[in-house]
């Protein structure tokens, strides 16, 4: 009876998400964290702020603009809506997705794929720039940063990660082939690596997109996701090594659906809690029986690790986590 209550609150949830509504146990975040159809989330923290930054999922013709959402403690969250979208990006005519941030020397920066391009099609990852973390966001270059297929890589799912050293990495790539670059100080291009080339790349074993890289006690831990993204068997899996160059040997699947509370859990980003070792992973997944690749909705769940530093596989819950202000 617990169980049948808990998928008809959960059911309802997505009901009023879909409705532009919200309600939910606020003792808890509940999952979703926040109502209507977003998937791919990147999530940062940005002073005693978290952040979310999500893909607008709905079909490719539909996908034009992006919303981000704040809060300060996981459990409530406000809305930003439009904060870039192909008005602002000229070359972008359909399918923005899978932004990913960062804060730099003042700025804050957003990085976005378009056009679902393939060869010899205008399209791939972009960045865009602002002054506050809600933006609104300005095209930096008025085309792609990246616009061409390279080393088998889709130019899309981009991750940027800045370095304990500094030195800013961007990960991307689909059609199962994944790349890493270095940007530059102002995001604007690529650095070469110390052997003149401009591309590596680092395609561990059942690698398909969505990768995130994070670092934690001196261990580089790369994850990614598998499976088709509109299907029940989306998953995330992960490697560790000891440079954000790899070699990255895959160690197994620790985020996967479960067939009493959702499916097709993947495409995600982690969060740290500042000096602490807590640890969140922020992620999409599908609702139970529904057939629609596109009705996907960002979840939060704790993300812990095991003695030897592996991370131990995550339950999705319909839940999600308790407040945590981060002062």
């Not at 959960?10 to 606020?26: E, L, N, P």
């Not at 999922?57 to 409530?76: A, G, H, R």
């Amino acid at each position: 009876m617990k169980k049948t209550l808990k998928h008809l609150l959960c059911a309802a949830a997505v009901i009023a998400a879909a409705a532009g509504t919200w309600a939910a146990d606020k003792t808890t975040s509940g999952n979703p964290v926040f109502p209507g159809w977003y998937a791919d989330p990147e999530a940062i923290i940005y002073g005693d702020t978290y952040w979310v930054y999500p893909t607008y999922s709905y079909p490719f013709d539909e996908q034009t603009f992006f919303d981000c959402f704040s809060s300060k403690d996981l459990v409530n969250w406000t809305k930003h809506e439009k904060i870039l979208t192909n008005e602002e990006v000229k070359w972008a005519r359909r399918a923005m997705w899978a932004p990913s941030v960062i804060q730099h020397k003042g700025k804050y920066y957003f990085f976005f794929a378009a056009n679902d391009v393939h060869e010899g099609e205008i399209g791939g990852i972009g960045v865009a720039a602002a002054d506050k973390p809600e933006g609104p966001y300005k095209d930096l270059l008025g085309k792609p940063l990246i616009g061409h297929i390279i080393n088998g890589a889709q130019p899309i799912d981009q991750f940027v990660y800045k370095d304990t050293d500094g030195q800013i990495y961007m990960y991307y790539g689909g059609w199962r082939h994944c790349n890493v670059v270095r940007l530059n100080d102002k995001m604007t291009g690529l650095l070469p690596f110390k052997d003149g080339s401009f591309y590596k790349e680092i395609t561990p074993e059942k690698y398909v997109e969505g990768p995130m890289i994070f670092k934690r006690n001196g261990k580089y831990y790369f994850m990614w996701s598998e499976g088709g993204w509109t299907g029940p068997d989306y998953c995330v899996a992960y490697a560790i090594a000891d440079n954000p160059m790899g070699p990255f040997k895959r160690i197994e699947k620790i985020l996967q659906r479960d067939e009493n509370v959702g499916t097709g859990a993947g495409h995600h980003s982690v969060l740290n809690i500042p000096g602490t070792d807590d640890w969140y992973i922020v992620y999409h997944r599908h609702p139970l029986n529904d057939r629609n690749g596109n009705h996907r909705y960002t979840c939060i769940e704790k993300m812990e690790f095991d003695e030897q530093g592996h991370i131990k596989p995550v339950k999705i819950t319909l839940e999600g986590v308790e407040a945590r202000p981060l002062k």
